[in-house]
């Protein structure tokens, strides 16, 4: 199931929406990171530059067989040989991946979905004890150009709420702002 509020606009306007590198340099993602999974690579917005830092290979889904032709091109293109992106239902079917087979698993602009607790579950479990579930998502506190409607987009106390009650992530308080219209959340993995 697509989840709600999940459409995209234009690939070049998405692209003004983020300073890509300053998110990517406060959530700590660096040579140091192995394997990463992603939920949503969408344009490869983030996918592309990740897998360029990291030093294991990017693992990325969608359920759009276009978004997953656009992401491939541009890894392709870029000459990245660390990237498996794949057409999949992650909701429903989750990630196709071991028990903390990953260092981190990236929740970006995902979590005004339905039933977040749950996804936050499956992205625990790929996780090894000690990585991150790393999670961006739009500010709830001013106008955004876009993003979810307020009913639905999450304050980031929510999602270290529904992270904490998994019982398998745990969050030191911090919250990451990523100006102008993002805040970011390490919640490390039990
Ligand atoms: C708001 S976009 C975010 C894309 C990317 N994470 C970013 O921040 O640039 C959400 C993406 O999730 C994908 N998506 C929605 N439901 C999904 C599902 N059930 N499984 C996998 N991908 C899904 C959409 O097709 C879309 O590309």
Known sequence: MKLRDSGMPD??????????????????????????????????TFSIPVAKRISGRLLTYDIDPEMVSRTSARAREAGLE?????????????????????????????LHCEEPARLLTEA?????????VLAIHWRCDVETPR???LDIRPQPERIVSWA?????????GLILDLPPWHYGLRIQRI
């Open 11 to 44: 690939e070049a306007y998405w692209a003004t929406l983020f300073d890509t590198e300053l998110i990517l340099d406060r959530l700590e993602i660096d040579a140091t990171v192995q394997d990463v999974a992603e939920l949503g690579c969408g344009y490869g």
């Open 82 to 110: 660390n990237v498996l992106c794949l057409v999949r239902d992650v909701f429903a079917d989750g990630f196709d991946v071991d028990d903390a087979s990953h260092d981190a698993c990236l929740l970006f602009n995902i």
């Open 124 to 132: 625990a479990r790929v996780v090894r004890p000690g990585g991150y």
């Open 147 to 149: 993003g979810p409607s």
């Open 164 to 172: 904490r009650d998994t019982s398998l992530l745990k969050h030191d």
